[in-house]
């Protein structure tokens, strides 16, 4: 079965970091681009970041770029997003999603892992 | 403000069919497939749509997606209680450089 397990979310103050973990099984991970998206309490979905198969292109949305690091350990089929400089709008759940390439869509979600900024 | 516009809110009665648009431009929708989404509440977001009409395996054909110039649309017919839902756009946007989303419909069965 293909799945997507993500995890590290948490509270946090703001200006504080934090390190997602996104753990894939049930596909050739190395094979596909992968994505960050997150959805703030009761609003719509954002796309966050968008890493390809073998890292050698990424890209950010604009209200992370400069705090947030996406990366990835293919070898472990995981998929990892650190952020820095963390904000109270930086408060979502937050996805990760299998790109399924060429800008056809992201096909398969994982459940989300919750992070709360606050002091 | 969503890249994407969609409506609020849309609704139907059992049986009938429903109708959400997408308005973009022409660096997303313009230029690039429409791909649509199902939220139900507490839930991760399901791929209903991708490359403006093709299904995926599992979804039902009373659902169906459409693409005109920087417009799309997901049509749901013979509306049922378990469609009621949030339902999301995206396109990928060449200027941005990102996948955007439309702000969301919520979709009431009466």
């Known amino acids: 079965e293909v799945q997507l397990m993500e995890s590290g979310g948490g509270l946090v103050r703001p200006g504080g970091s934090l390190r997602l973990s996104c753990a894939a099984s049930?596909?050739?991970?190395?094979?596909?681009?992968m994505n960050w998206v997150r959805q703030a309490p009761g609003k719509g979905l954002e796309w966050v970041s968008l890493i390809s198969s073998s890292s050698d292109y990424i890209y950010y949305g604009d209200s992370v770029k400069g705090r947030f690091t996406i990366s990835r350990d293919n070898a472990k089929n995981s998929l990892f997003l650190q952020m820095n400089s963390l904000r109270a709008e930086d408060t979502a759940i937050y996805y990760c999603a299998r790109d399924l390439g060429k800008h056809y869509a992201m096909d398969v979600w994982g459940q989300g892992t919750t992070v709360t900024v606050s002091s | 403000q969503s890249v994407l516009t969609q409506p609020p809110s849309a609704s139907g009665t059992p049986g009938q069919r429903v109708s959400i648009s997408c308005s973009g431009s022409?660096?997303?929708?313009?230029?690039?497939?429409v791909y649509w989404y199902q939220q139900l509440p507490g839930t991760a977001p399901k791929l209903l749509i991708y490359k403006n009409n093709q299904r995926p395996s599992g979804v039902p054909d009373r659902l169906s997606g459409s693409k005109s110039g920087t417009s799309a649309s997901l049509a749901i017919s013979g509306l049922r209680s378990e469609d009621e839902a949030d339902y999301y756009c995206?396109?990928?946007?060449?200027?941005?450089?990102?996948?955007?989303f439309g702000g969301g419909t919520k979709v009431t069965v009466l």
């Open positions: 995206a396109a990928w946007d060449d200027s941005l450089g990102g996948h955007v």
């Open positions: 022409s660096s997303n929708i313009g230029d690039n497939y």
């Open positions: 049930g596909f050739s991970f190395s094979s596909y681009d």
